[in-house]
């Protein structure tokens, strides 16, 4: 039988905790490390959505890139939406796993992913860390583009329709800064980098302001898009992992952004 524990180990292994902010909140956050992990469900955040699948279809480990809970609860009570999913997945002895930025920032982790996505090369974290992996990612173009050429390449490597550009469509892209998430804090680095346009999920309205006062090219194709693909790529590595198991990524998650 497998443990929640041996998934928990595989994860830790493959986004070591050491690397999350720390800010942050991650690992094993509810549940007992030696009950049993028969069917284990990935998403980007537990929603009311994502919990009740969770639940329906019986899983015993959520792992969610997202925190819950992501800030120390005073109590724990129906009256608020983490509290009361956290009751109901408790109820129903379903275990959660977070890695968020330790995910972000690992070796293979989503940085890493999004940049090869684009196809950049020479790729190296934009902030390095004392051990492995680092903050963010950058790299170069093949060959200098445009920054609307640029937008197309995200746009197919994400698989959306739209995405939010700061920046001249014929601003000149040889090196590009990528950050999943919300990452705007990183756009000093990506000057300091030299970087010519910068891929964030989504950023503030006075960091957009910044990047065009510094001539960044700013590329936001959501908090969503920037994370989701890793949580679907994260659920088949651990099926290859864990072939006893049922693992899958979650069927019930949207983007609660609709681009009109």
């Not at 977070?98 to 940049?115: M, R, V």
């Not at 099926?239 to 198991?245: H, I, K, V």
């Amino acid at each position: 039988m497998t443990r929640i524990e041996q998934v928990a180990a595989f994860l830790e292994d493959l986004a070591p905790t050491r690397l999350a902010e720390s800010w942050d909140n991650v690992g094993l956050l509810v549940g007992d490390p030696a009950g049993a992990a028969e069917r284990v469900m990935t998403c980007l955040s537990v929603t009311p959505s994502t919990a009740a699948e969770a639940v329906a279809r019986r899983a015993d480990l959520i792992v969610s890139h997202h925190p819950l809970p992501f800030r120390p609860l005073g109590r724990l009570t129906p009256q608020t939406t983490a509290g009361r999913m956290l009751l109901e997945l408790i109820a129903a002895r379903v275990a959660v796993y977070s890695p968020h930025t330790a995910f972000d920032s690992a070796p293979e982790g989503i940085n890493q992913q999004l940049a090869e996505r684009l196809q950049l090369q020479e790729i190296a974290p934009l902030v390095p860390g004392e051990e492995l992996g680092g903050t963010g990612r950058r790299g170069r173009l093949s060959q200098p583009a445009t920054l609307d050429q640029l937008a197309q390449r995200v746009k197919g490597a994400l698989k959306v329709e739209r995405i939010q550009l700061v920046g001249s469509p014929t601003h000149r892209v040889r090196t590009v800064a990528v950050a999943c998430g919300a990452a705007g804090a990183l756009l000093e680095q990506a000057h300091l980098a030299g970087c010519q346009a910068m891929l964030v999920g989504e950023t503030r309205f006075h960091t957009c302001l910044e990047a065009e006062a510094l001539g960044i090219g700013l590329l936001m194709p959501g908090h969503f898009a920037s994370e989701r693909f890793a949580v679907e790529q994260l659920a088949q590595r651990l099926q290859a992992a864990f072939p006893e198991l049922e693992v899958w990524c979650s069927c019930e998650e949207r983007d609660p952004i609709r681009w009109v």
